[in-house]
């Protein structure tokens, strides 16, 4: 496996402040235990991978942290104050944008309206206030194109979208209005190469600009080609984090299974996996 | 929405059509409702049926449904239903009738009151249906009976015994508030084009249509307002969103909840409103008041484009599957067919409005 070296990363990142604490965060829903007491931050300019098996808890996770879930035990504190988020929409307004697993997207409406669903920019005075929609068609087609994605017109409703397009639309949406987090789950499962390495390039940017970055995958070759620490989530705990460059990409594999050895299941494919 | 000057030119896209593109209009279906409805009559009814008075005749009680259509189709893209506003409508008209009958209040104060009440009796429904989970049709037809019923008892304890509570007229006789709830607007307008023999006059010189009834411009008022809403504000599209799907919109930071009960007051006191009307206009309120008028809002509603599913439909659709219900109702009169047809022509229309939705729908989400 080689290891690409085409983005940029930054200085060991140790002196800057988490935007982000997570704290021994445990989820139950109702007897399952989703996640038993998981530390996470982000710093800002740093891309933070979140890997694990299937069923881990990852996107449990990161659903605490974008306020999707209320977290049973354990604390979140952003720049240092202690957050409680009542709705996805605290956590936006927090600065914090989330590419769901799901899209979170609604198929009947058009692009621009899912684009900016929760966000909509107005204009004019109270009463007649209305949404801007020239600048929201413009900028949901300016945005897609800057993910490699050329709208055919930006009312074209979202199911008739190809998975890739939908996935785009989301990622597009997220980075728009990531202020200050942006998570990413599984967010280049549906794309093609060159969207891929469009959304990957896509996270290098906006980390030089001072956002932190949390980018889940399964893909080691994606989360190597990015990622600047890796925290390994195993059966809802974590099995610990590492910087880069401290961990081989073997090891990382075999991390992201489980801690199991991939070793055997690599020679019998051929090494292809 | 001219986005054609922003988009590149792509050859996956063919040109689209007028046609195909008003196909995707919610509204469509109703508007070809209303030609083929207007057509019909044209044959078949008696010409009297499309003068001034004639379609005075059969407004009105399209307004009087139009505005519960109204509130439920925004209530239906918003993904809930509301089967309670027909005893809705009953049991504002029983506050109301309280109000101003046995209490003797001022309408100043006597409205503010009857919406306020129904807009309470909206928010319990949907803090109930959110609360819970449960579907909204089944919490709406417990009120259905619950509202019904009250009106009933509360009917007989404010007018000693009787289901029906009389003197509405005399007690609002004289207040400044009543001519935008009662009567007719425009009436010297009307007398001038009289006069000019504009339009048709009785022999002693007064003109046939004294001026337009109020419900139809609170019809055509709301039917705006709601369209507009849902289609350039942000709480218009955060209705679609809600409708369309819940986890979605509210995980994007959409207020789900709020938008949703906030569309079961709208719906309530879109009843009230309906109450106060027409309890006006008849001077009295009884328990039967709205009966059955959930169902037609709703088959309105459906005529104009809305799915069952939520998050797809439109108000003006909503406007014209009204108006399509006033022409079948008030029509009939004016031909050679029995009433009875009227039911029958209703459940035709809504069967055929529903498949044409479900295949509008398969085109926009793009499922074959
Ligand atoms: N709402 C819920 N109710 C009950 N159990 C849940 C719920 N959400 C998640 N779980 C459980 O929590 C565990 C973790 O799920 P999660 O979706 O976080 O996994 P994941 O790491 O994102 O997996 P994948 O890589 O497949 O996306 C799973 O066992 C799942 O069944
Ligand atoms: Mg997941």
Redesign the interface.
């Known amino acids: 496996m080689t290891q690409d070296t085409t983005f940029h990363h930054g200085d060991p990142q140790a002196a800057t402040q988490p935007i982000i604490k997570m704290q021994n965060i445990e989820k139950h829903f109702g007897n399952i235990i989703a996640l038993a007491g998981v530390s996470f931050d982000v710093r800002p300019g740093e891309c933070h991978c979140l890997l694990g098996d299937n069923g881990a808890g990852k996107s449990t996770f990161i659903k605490t942290m974008?306020g999707?879930h209320k977290p049973t035990k354990g604390t979140i504190t952003i720049d240092d104050q202690p957050m409680n988020f009542d709705?996805?929409?605290d956590a936006?307004e927090a600065g914090i944008a989330?590419v769901?697993q799901?899209?979170?997207?609604?198929?009947?409406?058009s692009v621009t309206?899912?684009f900016?669903?929760?966000?909509?920019p107005?204009k004019g005075r109270k009463p007649f206030?209305?949404?801007d929609?020239e600048m929201m068609?413009?900028t949901a087609?300016e945005e897609m194109?800057k993910m490699g994605i050329?709208?055919?017109?930006?009312?074209q409703?979202v199911?008739?979208?190809s998975g890739g397009e939908r996935q785009t639309v989301a990622i597009a949406r997220a980075v728009y209005f990531g202020a200050r987090v942006l998570i990413l789950d599984e967010p280049t499962s549906a794309l093609g190469v060159r969207q891929t390495s469009n959304v990957l390039a896509t996270i290098d940017r906006v980390r030089k600009q001072g956002v932190g970055v949390v980018f889940i995958s399964h893909n080691v070759r994606h989360a190597l080609a990015v990622g600047d620490r890796f925290t390994v989530l195993n059966r809802g705990k974590t099995l610990g984090t590492a910087e880069r460059g401290d961990i081989t990409p073997e090891q990382l594999q075999d991390l992201m299974a489980g801690g199991q050895e991939m070793a055997q299941l690599e020679g019998s494919l051929g090494g292809t996996v | 929405m001219a986005d054609a000057a922003q988009t590149v030119d792509d050859e996956r896209l063919k040109k689209e059509g007028l046609g195909a593109r008003l196909m995707k209009r919610p509204e469509l279906g109703a508007i070809a409702g209303v030609i083929l409805v207007t057509t019909f009559f044209l044959i078949t009814a008696d010409s009297s049926m499309f003068t001034l008075s004639g379609i005075m005749n059969f407004m009105t009680p399209a307004a009087q449904l139009g505005i519960l259509a109204i509130g439920a189709a925004m209530l239906m893209i918003g993904g809930e239903f509301d089967l309670s506003i027909g005893s809705m409508v009953a049991f504002a008209g029983l506050i109301f009738g309280a109000c101003v009958v046995t209490l003797g209040l001022p309408l100043i104060l006597a409205i503010p009151l009857t919406l306020a009440v129904a807009a309470g009796l909206g928010a319990l429904n949907g803090t109930i249906v959110l609360k819970t989970g449960l579907p909204s049709f089944i919490v709406t037809l417990a009120f259905l009976f619950i509202l019904r019923g009250a009106s009933l008892v509360g009917l007989k304890l404010a007018s000693g015994g009787s289901t029906q509570l009389r003197g509405v007229r005399d007690a609002v006789e004289g207040d400044w508030l009543a001519p935008m709830f009662s009567g007719d607007a425009f009436g010297p307008v009307f007398a001038w084009l009289a006069q000019v023999g504009v339009i048709d006059t009785f022999k002693n010189g007064t003109p046939k249509v004294p001026g337009i009834p109020v419900e139809i411009l609170w019809f055509v008022a709301l039917a705006l307002v709601a369209t507009y809403v849902l289609l350039r504000t942000p709480q218009g599209n955060w209705v679609f969103a809600s409708g369309g799907d819940r986890t979605a919109a509210s995980n994007s930071g959409v207020p789900v909840r709020k938008v949703k009960i906030s569309l079961f007051m709208v719906t309530a006191m879109c009843g009230a409103l309906v109450a106060i009307i027409t309890v006006m206009d008849a001077g009295s309120t009884d328990a039967r008041r709205g009966f059955m008028k959930e169902f037609e809002a709703i088959i309105a509603a459906v005529i104009g484009g809305c799915l069952l599913t939520g998050g797809y439909g439109s108000a003006i659709g909503a406007f014209f599957g009204a108006i399509i219900f006033g022409m079948v109702t008030i029509g009939l009169t004016y031909t050679n067919f029995d009433q009875d047809w009227f039911q029958i022509f209703l459940g035709g229309m809504l069967l055929i409005a529903v498949l044409f939705n479900n295949y509008i729908r398969k085109r926009v989400t793009g499922e074959r």
């Open positions: 974008s999707v709705s996805p929409r936006m989330t769901f799901d899209l979170a997207m609604i198929p009947l409406m309206r899912n900016f669903m929760g966000r909509e107005v206030r209305r949404m929609v068609n413009e087609v194109r050329n709208l055919r017109g930006p009312d409703a199911g008739t979208l």
